[in-house]
């Protein structure tokens, strides 16, 4: 629960206020500061402190404008409680349309940080210190990456009883049950007690609305349910969809080298022995069908036109033992 004064990078703010905090934590290389906005609004009651994040990878723009909406029509202002905002986490990125920060590095894959490291490593190591310490859950807003698009779903690992709880709230079409990846932002929060939401839906440099629409109302359910605000009237146009928990889940990889065409839509349920799509020479000397090893549903599929042999080209996630 958040105190009377909720006191954040450096500021007090007091309940019924809303104020945007610019985390200033490194400079360009011409010495002009990248600061990263934060919108942090109180209620005028006690409540939970949850964490709205898009932006980790600079080219995942759906979750920007998920987060975005949420601001730009107030729906992050709560009668309860604490939401804190951030569109963009990773401005470097946003700014340059890439995954990485400057120095090539995936954020997702430094935390905790270091006071002393590279540039995406400090920059984890001021959020982990100034930032998740303060909230209590996070919604963390990603997409596929490298013309790869995802369906949307949630991930989490499954064993936090309140996480399952939330994802199930949320109301995507699936839930993946996923192991924490060492040094990613999701695993870093959990040792801290913060549950983390991973929301996956669309591809990088890509907005979707269908993706966006799922991605906003989700985090109004959570924390409607959180007793935060009463989202009913806004919600009242989305029909609840009941989400599916999928257990487990492989990658499909190019065989051959060519031409990718799919034959099959993302989310759709499929049979061990499907065709999904076929892969080509430009000269027509030959074509290769892609077959389906397992049963199950493919949440990501490669949008790319040319693929290389051992490229990912179909996310298929299943329940183990069915």
């Not at 890439?98 to 995936?106: A, I």
Request: charged share 25%.
């Amino acid at each position: 629960m958040d105190k009377d004064i909720f006191s954040f990078l450096g500021q007090n703010i007091e309940r019924g206020k809303t104020v945007q905090i610019n985390l200033d934590i490194a400079r360009l290389h011409t010495r002009t500061p990248v600061e990263v906005p934060i919108i942090v609004s109180r209620g005028l009651k006690p409540g939970p402190v949850i964490l709205l994040n898009a932006g980790i990878h600079g080219d995942e723009v759906n979750g920007v404008e998920i987060v975005r909406q949420i601001i730009s029509k107030g729906y992050h202002k709560p009668e309860c409680g604490t939401v804190v905002c951030i569109p963009v986490l990773n401005v470097f990125g946003f700014l340059h349309k890439t995954r990485e920060f400057p120095d090539g590095r995936d954020l997702n894959r430094v935390f905790p940080g270091s006071k002393e490291g590279s540039l995406a490593s400090r920059f984890a190591y001021y959020l982990m210190k100034d930032v998740v310490p303060k909230v209590d859950y996070c919604i963390d807003y990603h997409t596929g990456a490298s013309s790869r698009f995802n369906y949307t779903h949630l991930r989490i690992e499954g064993t936090n009883p309140k996480s399952i709880e939330l994802a199930n709230v949320f109301g995507a079409p699936y839930i993946l049950l996923s192991k924490q990846l060492p040094k990613s932002f999701r695993s870093e929060a959990a040792k801290i007690g913060v549950g983390v939401l991973l929301f996956e839906g669309g591809k990088s440099l890509d907005l979707d609305r269908a993706v966006t629409k799922v991605g906003v109302n989700g985090a109004l359910r959570v924390m409607q349910h959180l007793g935060m605000r009463d989202f009913r009237k806004q919600l009242s146009t989305d029909p609840f969809v009941e989400t599916v928990t999928l257990t487990d889940s492989t990658w499909m990889r190019a065989r051959h080298s060519g031409m990718f065409r799919t034959t099959v839509s993302i989310g759709t349920k499929i049979k061990k022995g499907t065709v999904l799509g076929s892969i080509s020479d430009p000269f027509g000397d030959f074509e290769k069908r892609v077959i389906s090893k397992h049963d199950g549903v493919i949440i990501c599929s490669n949008h790319s036109p040319i693929v290389h042999q051992g490229d990912a080209i179909f996310h298929i996630a299943f329940n183990k033992g069915e």
